[in-house]
């Protein structure tokens, strides 16, 4: 049975990756309006996994003796100053996200319930697995600049890599 704070805390984090499902989403639609095809199709592939991450979340609390509800979500930024920008955002997220996963491992051991901390396990290597991609992606953004050959080139580029992920 997991412990009240625990499933509260767990219930939080349900929001987070729902409110991340959500900005991913609101990002790929403003790319999709933009013309940017591929960071669209990217981006929309990830909304998926994140609402993925939220179910796991919900699975495993109510298997534990918990109650997965779902809360009230604050509506996403709905529009971007560039591709470069938006990738900036995502990344940002992404390491606040992580850091969100820490604290719960981190409470995990507080109460001694290693199996939550195991469960857990999947998260920190997922995040590790988010923030190096969004790396390498921002990178390429950095590099890229404002040159519009370049940008075509990563929203092709990003576009293939949403169709190997699937
Ligand atoms: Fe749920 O992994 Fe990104 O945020």
């Known amino acids: 049975m997991i412990s009240k704070d625990l499933e509260k805390a767990i219930n939080e984090q349900i929001k987070v990756e729902e409110q991340s499902s959500r900005i991913y989403m609101a990002m790929a639609s403003w790319c999709e309006a933009e013309g940017y095809e591929g960071a669209a199709k990217f981006l929309y592939t990830h909304s998926d996994e994140e609402r993925q991450h939220m ?5 495993y609390l109510n298997d534990r003796g918990g109650h997965a509800q779902l809360q009230k979500v604050e509506e996403p930024d709905a529009k971007f100053k560039s591709l470069g920008d938006l990738f900036e955002e995502v990344m940002k997220h992404e390491q606040f996200v992580s850091k969100e996963i820490d604290k719960l491992v981190d409470l995990a051991y507080k109460e001694k319930d290693h199996a939550t901390a195991n469960f857990l396990q999947w998260y920190v290597q997922e995040q590790i697995e988010e923030e190096s991609l969004f790396s390498s992606i921002l990178d390429k953004f950095r590099l ?7 940008l075509y080139h990563l929203d092709r580029e990003l576009g293939q890599r949403a169709t190997a992920h699937q």
């Open 55 to 59: 179910l796991k979340f919900v699975y």
């Open 144 to 150: 890229a600049g404002d040159h519009k050959g370049a």
